[in-house]
């Protein structure tokens, strides 16, 4: 072992000219930008920064980065972080970093400066946007005094023009261009101070014992790093041409996975295990490590295309990660199952019940076990499922709840607005996480405010917070609503009473006041929780049934005006949060019937257009297609029964006093059904929340031929239906829409 004190200077210029690196296992650089300014203070007040752990080895070994012609002497064991930092501050990237453009953002990030003008704390600051504003001297940059070598004469001539512009400037009141000088040389001199190193020359694998062994700023290594260091030792150049390049992978595509969490799905898939101490030996070798990386990747690969067709398209929104490991271990062992929903129903339970919130190592065990015993994925989901509480419903008051409190609600709240095909709230009216007809990696939802929190000045802070009074909205959505009554801003942005409903509130809201607040919150949330219900109990029907579907997924993309169903192999299909989709029991929907039923959809749309092209459809799902009729809990919905042989109209009913409601309109039954131009089908579904009131006819799928008489007769429904009943809907005087009616009277 070798001690040895150099200068902060030489130092920087060994990490710069590549004659010290950092070995694969080395995280990457993690400090915040206060870290390195109270570095630079702790420097200039003279105060010890720590030792330096330098590893000399006897064999080539590999950086985090690709290799050059020269090799490094010596290894940061311990101190990365702080030699960054001095990097940084001396605004000389250091050979490890490999991007220049990176670098130069980094630099612009961590920009600390010294306040030449303070009397007291602080002396350095990070720079913000009005310390860059500010002309003149005040805030000097470091590396300006860093790089600075008062031997050199010119060096000194530099400082002493920069200490009489301070001067000039009217700065340092009370001291004389000397003195200034002397305070500048303060900060120049961190250059010189000196750093102590201690340099060991032990195997790999011991100096990765050594790095486990040792604490930085009283934060533990994390025990992936080890492990990780291990594998680096014994495969060469994998952290560096594998593991890191594909963390940059999953970045490209929205998700920033924290390294240990990738490395334990590694082990998750390829051992089975993520308590590393209890794998087995022969795991981290070479030959066991390269086949379980390959499935990792293919497993997290299938994981982010399923989660994007629920509209997951970055790791921003998700209430937990841990649960991440395992679905990708589901993923790997269950690749050929393209129905997500029950998987999707656990991480909404896992996460709803804090399932990794206490020891997220101990329930990750557990969840694996219960994976590597079970023989289908439905089977590994219905045991992993047994760890909530089915019976257990959401409930109003969850919706009233601080949008702040968590991430779970707001995510859910995302998902059923997404489902519904929710588009944004602009002109452009694309769908969210849309842009035209592709999905936008990194798409971050915005919450937003349906009554402003200026215009409810008076409520009660937390009132105005609840989840049932936030919209979900692009992040480059801009509404300027100030103090303005939601109505303004709703004719201002023209958002349609379509836009509304697709976020479950009730067009009623435009011309509510201030003082019906209280109601439309206590209407919304009542919304939302039975929607929430619905959802989660449609995503979970696999697991109550004991089937699960197996075929060709559909996958919706569309632009405003348009619409169009691709079909894609092997993608988790988006679901619809609408009660009628129980209806999807009357067929198992093979492959070939969603087909039929795609390109019916295409066709019929296209003849919409054609002969009707005002009237707005919302995207259809599979074997039904909804269409607004102008209030919250009510639309038109065209069904296709293709086994059955049979097309139907229906008003779908599922406002949260659905029974009610249908019973209010089944006293005018006479008269309705008097202006009906055929038969209606009163049906109140005495075993579900929903109820509809219908219209069918026969029909053949399979004879294309009589496409365009369907095509026609679902049109002319949609007319008949749309006259029959937007206006008896609107007049219903039910209890989620009684505050509105009564603020209309007024």
């Given at each position: 072992m070798a001690v040895e004190q150099i200068k902060v200077h030489d130092l920087v210029d060994r990490a710069v000219a590549h004659r010290w690196s950092v070995p694969e296992f080395q995280r990457g650089f993690v400090w915040k930008p206060v870290q390195v300014r109270d570095l630079a203070e702790s420097l200039w007040?003279?105060?010890?920064?720590?030792?330096?752990?330098?590893?000399?080895?006897?064999?080539?070994?590999?950086?985090?980065?690709?290799?050059?012609?020269?090799?490094?002497?010596?290894?940061?064991?311990?101190?990365?972080?702080?030699?960054?930092?001095?990097?940084?501050?001396?605004?000389?990237?250091?050979?490890?970093?490999?991007?220049?453009?990176?670098?130069?953002?980094?630099?612009?990030?961590?920009?600390?400066?010294?306040d030449v003008d303070a009397r007291d704390d602080p002396y350095f600051r990070v720079a913000d946007a009005v310390i860059r504003r500010t002309h003149g001297n005040r805030y000097v940059q470091m590396h300006r005094l860093l790089a600075l070598n008062t031997d050199v004469e010119a060096d000194r001539k530099t400082m002493t023009d920069l200490a009489r512009e301070i001067k000039a400037e009217g700065l340092c009141d009370g001291m004389d261009a000397t003195d200034v000088y002397s305070r500048l040389d303060q900060v120049r001199r961190?250059?010189?101070?000196?750093?102590?190193?201690?340099?060991?020359?032990?195997?790999?694998?011991?100096?990765?014992?050594?790095?486990?062994?040792?604490?930085?700023?009283?934060t533990r290594i994390h025990e992936a790093d080890i492990y990780l260091g291990i594998v680096a030792a014994r495969t060469r150049g994998w952290v560096r041409e594998e593991f890191l390049p594909f963390l940059g992978v999953l970045e490209s595509f929205g998700f920033r996975v924290d390294p240990n969490l990738l490395f334990r799905s590694l082990t998750a898939i390829g051992a089975g295990r993520v308590r590393f101490k209890e794998i087995q030996e022969s795991f981290w070798d070479s030959a066991a490590i390269g086949p379980a990386w390959e499935?990792?990747?293919?497993?997290?690969?299938?994981?982010?295309?399923?989660?994007?067709?629920?509209?997951?398209?970055?790791?921003?929104?998700?209430?937990?990660?841990?649960?991440?490991?395992?679905?990708?271990?589901?993923?790997?062992?269950?690749?050929d199952q393209t129905d997500f929903d029950p998987a999707m129903y656990w991480f909404l339970q896992a996460s709803r019940f804090g399932r990794y919130s206490g020891s997220a190592t101990t329930a990750s065990e557990e969840d694996?076990?219960?994976?590597?015993?079970?023989?289908?994925?439905?089977?590994?989901?219905?045991?992993?499922?047994?760890?909530?509480?089915?019976?257990?419903?959401?409930?109003?008051?969850?919706?009233?709840?601080?949008?702040?409190?968590?991430?779970?609600?707001?995510?859910?709240?995302?998902?059923?607005?997404?489902?519904?095909?929710?588009?944004?709230w602009?002109?452009?009216?694309?769908?969210?996480?849309?842009?035209?007809?592709?999905?936008?990696?990194?798409?971050?939802?915005?919450?937003?405010?349906?009554?402003?929190?200026?215009?409810?000045?008076?409520?009660?802070?937390?009132?105005?917070?609840?989840?049932?009074?936030?919209a979900v909205i692009g992040p480059t959505i801009n509404i300027r609503i100030s103090a303005q009554s939601p109505m303004t801003y709703f004719d201002k942005y023209s958002i349609s009473d379509e836009k509304l409903e697709q976020q479950f509130i009730d067009p009623a809201v435009r011309s509510a006041t201030r003082e019906d607040y209280p109601k439309f919150a206590d209407c919304r949330a009542a919304l939302l929780a039975d929607a929430a219900n619905?959802?989660?109990?449609?995503?979970?029907?696999?697991?109550?049934?004991?089937?699960?579907?197996?075929?060709?997924?559909?996958?919706?993309?569309?632009?405003?005006?348009?619409?169009?169903?691709?079909?894609?192999?092997?993608?988790a299909r988006p679901r619809v949060p609408v009660a009628h989709d129980a209806d999807a029991g009357d067929e198992v929907e093979s492959s070939e019937i969603r087909e039929l039923q795609a390109e019916f959809w295409r066709g019929f749309i296209k003849y919409v257009k054609e002969h009707e092209p005002s009237l707005r459809l919302r995207a259809p799902f599979r074997h039904y297609l909804d269409h607004s009729i102008g209030r919250s809990g009510f639309h038109l919905t065209l069904y296709l029964r293709i086994r059955k042989r049979q097309i139907g109209c229906a008003l779908w009913i599922d406002h949260p006093d659905s029974k009610r409601a249908f019973a209010e309109l089944q006293k005018q039954r006479a008269a309705i059904d008097g202006e009906a131009d055929g038969h209606l089908d009163w049906e109140e579904l005495p075993n579900r929340h929903a109820c509809r009131i219908a219209m069918y006819r026969d029909a053949s799928f399979s004879d294309r031929e009589t496409w365009?008489?369907?095509?026609?007769?679902?049109?002319?429904?949609?007319?008949?239906?749309?006259?029959?009943?937007?206006?008896?809907?609107?007049?219903?005087d039910l209890p989620a829409a009684r505050g509105r009616v009564e603020a209309e009277k007024e």
């Open positions: 007040r003279n105060y010890p920064i720590g030792s330096l752990l330098l590893w000399h080895s006897r064999d080539a070994q590999e950086a985090r980065v690709a290799r050059d012609g020269m090799s490094p002497g010596s290894w940061i064991v311990d101190g990365q972080q702080r030699t960054t930092a001095l990097a940084i501050l001396f605004n000389r990237k250091p050979y490890w970093w490999q991007s220049a453009e990176e670098w130069n953002r980094t630099v612009q990030r961590y920009d600390v400066r010294f961190i250059r010189e101070m000196d750093v102590l190193t201690v340099a060991v020359d032990h195997e790999l694998e011991e100096v990765v014992e050594i790095f486990a062994r040792l604490n930085s700023k009283g499935r990792c990747k293919s497993a997290w690969g299938r994981l982010i295309r399923r989660l994007a067709s629920y509209g997951v398209v970055s790791d921003d929104p998700l209430p937990t990660r841990a649960a991440l490991v395992t679905l990708a271990a589901l993923e790997d062992k269950f690749p694996l076990r219960d994976i590597g015993k079970s023989s289908t994925q439905l089977e590994a989901l219905t045991q992993l499922s047994k760890q909530f509480s089915p019976s257990q419903p959401f409930a109003v008051d969850d919706f009233k709840r601080d949008y702040t409190d968590g991430r779970f609600f707001t995510f859910l709240l995302y998902l059923m607005v997404f489902a519904r095909r929710a588009r944004n602009d002109n452009v009216g694309d769908a969210l996480a849309f842009d035209g007809r592709e999905l936008v990696a990194d798409y971050r939802p915005q919450w937003h405010h349906i009554f402003p929190v200026k215009y409810l000045q008076g409520h009660d802070e937390a009132a105005i917070n609840q989840l049932a009074n936030i619905e959802y989660l109990a449609r995503l979970g029907r696999a697991l109550e049934s004991g089937t699960q579907s197996v075929g060709v997924s559909s996958r919706f993309v569309w632009d405003a005006g348009d619409v169009e169903i691709v079909q894609r192999p092997n993608v365009p008489e369907l095509f026609e007769w679902s049109l002319g429904r949609l007319k008949i239906l749309s006259r029959l009943f937007a206006e008896r809907v609107k007049a219903l």
